[in-house]
């Protein structure tokens, strides 16, 4: 089963834009985290972001949260074509040890 | 440390033979996990190893489905019985444990049941 719904589905941008993909889970969380999936490949660590943590930054990467809305966004600025891949959140439960991942987003970064 | 690594990277076999795939996770990783993957969707949860203690189990892991740990380091999952609907990644995946932390993946096994 899947925790989180990822929106969009689908993105398409030239290199140097914005690109943001948004995420809402539906149970309390410890954290969120956002993973990156070149394709047929495994995931990638990003950035993990605390549940009484509201922003973080890595980089070009920009994570949100907002535990009110159960709802995370992550913005990766002034896009590269290396960008292009599948992005997933992933929350961590309270009481739980599982990761449980979102329906992911497929970015496509044209050059 | 070369990361997490899976074998085989890639399985066919024909509707009804049995598949062993095997995860060796980041050697002082104590969590070990496994997920299933289909085109086009996120990892679903499969199973989770705490050193070689199975902890959990998906509804989705039907009895076909079993995983070992033996000795609290690499781990198998055995699928017996295969059929169509069983075609998918197999991702693994290891942790330090505790809160926090963040999950480092293998490359994954990709599965096409015949």
């Known amino acids: 089963s899947q925790q989180g719904e990822e929106d969009p589905q689908a993105l398409s941008i030239q290199e140097g834009e914005n690109a943001t993909m948004n995420c809402s889970y539906k149970t309390s969380i410890n954290n969120l985290q956002w993973y990156r999936q070149n394709s047929g490949r495994g995931l990638v660590h990003l950035i993990l972001i605390r549940s009484n943590e509201r922003e973080k930054h890595s980089g070009r990467l920009r994570v949100t949260l907002d535990t009110s809305k159960k709802s995370s966004s992550l913005l990766i600025t002034a896009s590269r074509a290396a960008d292009t891949a599948s992005y997933f959140c992933?929350?961590?439960?309270?009481?739980?040890?599982?990761?449980?991942f979102g329906t992911g987003t497929r970015l496509q970064v044209f050059p | 440390d070369t990361g997490v690594s899976q074998d085989p990277r890639h399985k066919i076999t024909k509707r009804g033979q049995n598949v062993t795939f095997r995860c060796d996770p980041i050697?002082?990783?104590?969590?070990l996990y496994w997920y299933r993957q289909t085109l086009g969707q996120g990892p679903e949860f499969l199973t989770y190893?705490?050193?070689?203690?199975?902890?959990?189990k998906s509804r989705l892991l039907s009895d076909r489905f079993s995983a070992e740990r033996p000795k609290g380091s690499f781990s198998t999952l055995e699928i017996q019985r295969t059929e169509q609907g069983d075609s998918a990644m197999y991702l693994c995946?290891?942790?330090?444990?505790?809160?926090?932390?963040?999950?480092?993946f293998g490359q994954g096994t990709r599965l096409t049941v015949v």
């Open positions: 992933a929350t961590e439960g309270l009481n739980t040890d599982k990761l449980i």
């Open positions: 050697s002082e990783h104590n969590r």
């Open positions: 190893f705490q050193n070689e203690a199975q902890l959990e």
């Open positions: 995946a290891s942790t330090r444990g505790g809160l926090d932390t963040e999950a480092f």
